[in-house]
């Protein structure tokens, strides 16, 4: 059976460019099943997860759905669950969490001020905390969206939790289908495709030791695709692995090309030249599309620059 991760693995299409783009994550617990568009089509709320898009929109916030792999039978109501927000721009990364028995106290967070990097209107509502435990492993599982994210993602998901990983999550949509499966790892925010059980376990001790793993990874979600691009590059050049060390200060040009600034704690700077290209022979982006052609980013050249004396909060 053709699915478009087997056409994407195939023509060898690259990864580096593609994660979603929230500078935070709101994670909400719902079991149960998920539809398309799960914030309105789950066992939440439609009104409130309507009325939580269109408080997020425009902040830096992306809100998703969590639940614990396994099983997801129409169980009734949830008494209680749990919620984390996790914001994952270098300098600024911090993981909360909360547990909740009432889902619209989440119309009461300040959006805005979670975006901008601000936890405390999260901890002041639901008496969130700094999360002390595992780092996350979100696997996305909606095959509603896409049923490469079920097929590929739920087994990934159960292997993981099987395996005593204890941040382990099925997410509702980290986009990207034909990369499945995909993950996405908090508090850093990097996202990974074309995932398997061995290599989120060295992902998730790379966390433990603050230091990234670049194989398979598709970006920081802090960043726009073209900086997530560019600071991949950068660490390739570099052999630079420690997390929260590099800053994409400024991005200039438009769209096909770029030259992305990256910039490091220690002082150094490198200019990036970041093109939009089209991944080709034509292929589905995902299951049951017509065939296109996905945008990629081809990073043209990495050039270290003389010390400038940008500054990068540590």
């Known amino acids: 059976m053709s699915t478009c991760t087997t056409a994407s693995r195939q023509l060898d299409e690259p990864l580096s460019g593609t994660a979603a783009t929230a500078r935070t994550w709101l994670l909400i617990e719902q079991p149960g099943p998920w539809g398309a568009k799960a914030l309105t089509s789950s066992h939440l709320d439609p009104a409130l997860g309507r009325a939580l898009e269109a408080a997020a929109e425009g902040t830096g916030v992306r809100v998703a759905l969590i639940r614990r792999p396994g099983r997801h039978a129409d169980c009734g109501p949830l008494a209680e669950r749990h919620v984390y927000v996790g914001h994952t721009t270098p300098g600024g990364v911090w993981l909360h969490s909360a547990m909740t028995r009432d889902p619209e106290r989440l119309l009461d967070l300040d959006f805005a001020a979670l975006g901008a990097g601000d936890p405390r209107s999260f901890d002041d509502v639901l008496q969130g905390r700094p999360h002390t435990g595992d780092p996350l492993a979100l696997v996305c599982t909606n095959g509603k969206r896409d049923r490469c994210c079920a097929l590929l993602g739920r087994p990934l998901a159960a292997e993981l939790a099987a395996s005593g990983i204890g941040g382990t999550w099925e997410v509702t949509h980290l986009g990207g289908h034909r990369f499945s499966p995909t993950v996405l790892v908090l508090p850093y925010g990097y996202a990974y495709g074309r995932t398997e059980t061995h290599a989120v376990m060295e992902i998730l001790q790379g966390v433990r030791e ?105």
Do not use: F, K
């Open 210 to 314: 603050g230091r990234v793993v670049t194989e398979g990874c598709r970006g920081n979600s802090a960043w726009e695709r073209p900086g997530q691009a560019a600071e991949l590059a950068v660490r390739t050049a570099s052999g630079e692995h420690a997390a929260g060390v590099l800053t994409v200060v400024r991005t200039d040009g438009t769209a096909p090309r770029w030259e992305v600034t990256v910039a490091h704690v220690d002082g150094r700077v490198w200019r990036v030249v970041v093109a939009r290209g089209a991944s080709l022979p034509p292929r589905p982006e995902s299951c049951g599309s017509a065939l296109g052609s996905p945008a990629r980013m081809d990073v043209v050249a990495v050039r270290q620059l003389e010390h400038t004396g940008i500054p990068v909060a540590c």
